[in-house]
């Protein structure tokens, strides 16, 4: 072998370096008993779970589990796309050798530790508390029938509204608080926890039937960055625009029948319901502040276009979080395309896109 082709292999070995190797001996150990736990019939309690959080990874590491994660996920993807089984099958041992999605959650789940900040929805519950948002009241409030309430009827909204959490890795995130577990879905390509999060792909679960089952707010935090393909993204955001559509039917239903029986119902339109049905978005930052095809003027664009108006936003230095209430189509640019179009050129820029067809 010439110098030439070893140091090439040598450069195509450390490319090919996966994410198990990234672990220690005692990591590796951790997360593949995990793993074993969850495919054996005895079902992970919360208890394992908990044991993985209060045992954070390191969070370097587990960043670079996350990072090595998504990029062989992208090239595992362009390989189904161009039909190339060598590079499927290499890139699926791959995945499964690091552990493949179950590792990839449990770093995800010690990134959300309490020590790291908790996790995402501790943003929304501000949000809820900033716009008036009832807080919820002590459980027996949200089963009982004719909720006591607090006089102005606002508790008896709040307990007939429904969340759908997904991309859900616990069952204690700080959102769940306002909607006890008979009104919300949780659901995740893979449960960590079978007994309250639904191992559900969000893209095949389908708009209730029965309105009264739909939702009036969705969470997808640190979702959309997972789906690999630009245009796979456009049809998630699609997708949860038309659980959006059915809440929208439903709320214009209830306003019309409250505001036959009550005259005053005008007075109520303006308060804190006016900013549901609505979705709580999150991105890792750099997707919207250092990418070539994407920037916040243009996710703007793409969810006007779907019927979107922004209440709330938040950039941190790691993080972008986003309320977004549906209004409908009424803005009148519904439907329009997005390409991945260069808006931002430039060597130091990540290539997130998200594509509407
Ligand atoms: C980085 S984790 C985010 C977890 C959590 N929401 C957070 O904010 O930290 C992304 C999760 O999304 C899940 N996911 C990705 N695509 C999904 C889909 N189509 N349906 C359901 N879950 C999905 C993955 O399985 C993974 O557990």
Redesign the pocket.
């Known amino acids: 072998m010439t110098s030439s082709t070893k140091s090439k292999s040598k450069s195509k070995k450390k490319r090919k370096q996966s994410s198990s190797s990234l672990l220690s001996r005692r990591h590796r150990q951790s997360i593949s008993t995990t793993a074993k736990n969850s495919t054996s019939s005895s079902i992970p309690t919360p208890t394992s779970a908990s044991t993985s959080s209060t045992n954070p990874l390191p969070s370097k590491l587990s960043r670079a589990l996350i990072r090595s994660h998504h990029t062989t996920q992208k090239r595992l993807s362009q390989a189904i796309q161009q039909n190339d089984t060598n590079a499927i099958s290499e890139l699926t041992s791959e995945l499964t050798s690091s552990g493949g999605?179950e590792a990839y959650?449990r770093a995800?789940v010690s990134g959300?530790s309490s020590k790291r900040g908790g996790?995402?929805s501790k943003i929304l519950v501000d949000w809820f508390a900033e716009l008036g948002v009832p807080k919820p009241k002590a459980k027996h409030t949200s089963t009982s029938k004719g909720s006591s309430g607090n006089g102005n009827g606002n508790d008896d909204t709040l307990s007939r509204y429904r969340l759908l959490e997904?991309?859900?890795?616990s069952p204690t995130n700080a959102i769940h608080t306002y909607f006890p577990s008979s009104r919300r879905t949780l659901?995740?390509?893979?449960s960590l926890h079978p007994d309250e999060i639904l191992k559900?792909?969000?893209?095949k679960f389908p708009v209730p039937k029965n309105a009264d089952n739909g939702y009036d707010i969705i969470s997808c935090?640190?979702?959309l960055n997972?789906?690999p393909t630009p245009a796979g993204r456009g049809e998630m955001l699609e997708h949860i625009t038309s659980f959006m559509e059915q809440a929208l039917e439903r709320r214009q239903r209830r306003r019309s029948a409250a505001a036959a029986k009550d005259s005053k119902n005008k007075e109520k339109e303006d308060n804190w319901t006016s900013n549901f049905p609505s979705l709580f978005l999150?991105l890792p930052a750099p997707c919207v502040t250092n990418s070539r095809y994407l920037t916040e003027d243009r996710l703007q664009e793409i969810m006007v276009s779907m019927g979107y108006e922004l209440v709330k936003r938040k950039l941190s230095p790691k993080l972008v979080y986003y309320l977004w209430k549906y209004i409908g189509g009424s803005s009148g640019v519904r439907n329009t395309k997005f390409r991945k179009t260069e808006l931002l050129p430039g060597g130091k820029r990540n290539n997130f896109a998200i594509v509407v067809e």
């Open positions: 999605l959650q995800s959300q996790d995402s997904i991309g859900c890795l659901m995740d390509l893979n559900q792909d969000f893209m935090s640190l979702v997972y789906v999150v």
